[in-house]
């Protein structure tokens, strides 16, 4: 059955639909992480673990192998713009002009994305 639905290459999509993207990793990245933490904090470490945990727990460590495959030009920018929350949005002007740091999250993003497979 086609829906009409046709499949666009990654590197094809624009820096917003790739921005989409990441922000929607981070997001279920961040909660599967807090979600991780507060069930060992709030449980005795000789349990077991619930499936939901083990899922959260692989799919952060998928996520921060990726991470870590990285070179360190590249990580940073994934690093400070999706996955910490602390981070002012505006950190990489110590860094570069606006329009390098776009040219290189896109750089980032992409590479990351492969690092993961999709």
Known sequence: MD?????VPVRKRSTKQLRQIMEAISFTYMADRNKVFVYRCTHL???PLPQ???????LTTIIDEAVKSMPANLRIFIVRTFLD???SPDWYL???SRSTYYRLLRKAILYFLNCLGI
């Open 45 to 47: 470490s000789h349990e």
């Open 85 to 87: 929350p602390n981070e």
């Open 3 to 7: 829906c009409g639905y046709v499949k």
């Open 52 to 58: 939901e945990i083990l899922n959260a727990m692989e």
């Open 94 to 96: 110590e860094f570069c």
